[in-house]
């Protein structure tokens, strides 16, 4: 089978590999679909991490082979899966219990497993109140779903944050209530006066950068929910005065279990079949597996009319 491997920051390479053979509780699965994420650029630029490698993990597909002990799947089956590794090759294999179904109705490219999972996690942990105002620092791909989410989980009002007005305009046309910019408009301060002054209920970092989440500190309100879902790769400051003085209870929004990720999962690939999530917008570039240099090119530049890339080996 054909298989991506970076062999260098900017370099992945196809090479023929041979194809996985599922063990003892496994499932092999064609892969027809792998999501591009945002936490592998430091893996691209070369921020951080180990070469050669095989990574891509937001993985789509359809049984082609099971192994011994495994009843509960057929072959032909079109599921979702999580994983840590290889989602950009022709063939994946992985233990069952970390295969969920996915709808007849739900295209491959929607089925993104493992980012779905996480906000469905991150939002269990954020607990949006029946009526609160929810502040999202960040809608790019994560955040987009995040506000979808949170819009059928009671929030009744919704201020999206982003520097992007194309991001803003997104949000706008997915439920956000108020689009702010913070390169245009005092955000603090605008917030302050949407809330009567008191500041959201609750704030979802979703940018992993130490301005976003400066901002998102000051726009929460007393006691009031901080919830940290951005993917960090260093150190931060933060402002404990703020934390402590506001009584803020700061929520990390990550988790690591493999079982949390496949229960979330499972929630969201329900939320797709319902047609309470809508990932059709947000999948915005496909390309084959022998252009994968030039996706991750597109990903890493973060265009106006860039979301989400997917390669369809």
């Known amino acids: 089978m054909r298989t991506a491997v970076l062999e260098g920051p900017g370099k992945f390479v196809i090479h023929d590999v041979p194809t996985p053979r ?4 496994e499932v092999l699965i064609k ?5 591009i994420c945002h936490s592998e650029m430091p893996l691209w ?3 951080f991490g180990q070469y050669p490698n095989r990574i891509g993990h937001e993985v789509s597909g359809t049984i082609v082979q099971l192994g011994s002990g495994v009843t509960h799947f057929q072959v032909g089956d079109r599921v979702t899966i999580f994983t840590d590794r290889y989602g950009y090759s022709e063939y994946v294999s992985v233990p069952g219990d970390q295969v ?3 709808g007849a109705n739900t295209s491959f490219t929607a089925a993104l497993g493992e980012p779905i999972g996480c906000v469905v996690n991150g939002l269990r942990r954020a ?4 009526g609160d105002t929810v502040v999202l620092v960040g809608v790019g791909f994560m955040g987009l779903i995040m506000l979808q989410l949170a819009r059928i989980s009671g929030a009744a009002q919704i201020i999206a944050v982003d520097t992007r007005d194309s991001a803003l305009k997104r949000a706008a046309g997915m439920g956000a209530h108020i689009c702010l910019n913070p390169t245009e408009v005092d955000v603090k301060q605008a917030v302050m006066d949407i809330t009567g002054g008191a500041g959201a209920d609750c704030v979802i970092e979703l940018t992993g950068n130490q301005a976003g989440l400066d901002l998102s500190t000051e726009l929460v309100r007393v006691r009031g929910n901080l919830v940290i879902f951005g993917f960090h790769t260093g150190e931060r400051r933060v402002n404990m005065f ?4 506001h009584g803020l209870d700061v929520i990390n929004a990550h988790e690591r279990a ?4 496949v229960e979330g999962i499972r929630a969201g690939m329900k939320l797709l079949e ?3 999530l809508d990932m059709e917008p947000l999948v915005t570039h496909r390309y084959p597996l022998e252009q994968i240099n030039e996706a991750f090119a597109v990903a890493y530049a973060r265009g106006d009319d860039y979301v989400k890339a997917v390669i369809e080996p």
């Open 127 to 130: 607990r949006i109140g029946l």
């Open 45 to 47: 630029d070369g921020s």
């Open 22 to 25: 599922p063990q003892e509780g």
């Open 31 to 35: 892969v027809a679909a792998c999501g």
């Open 242 to 245: 703020l934390w402590n003085w």
């Open 100 to 102: 969920i179904p996915i």
């Open 258 to 261: 493999p079982s949390a990720y």
């Open 274 to 276: 319902s047609g309470s």
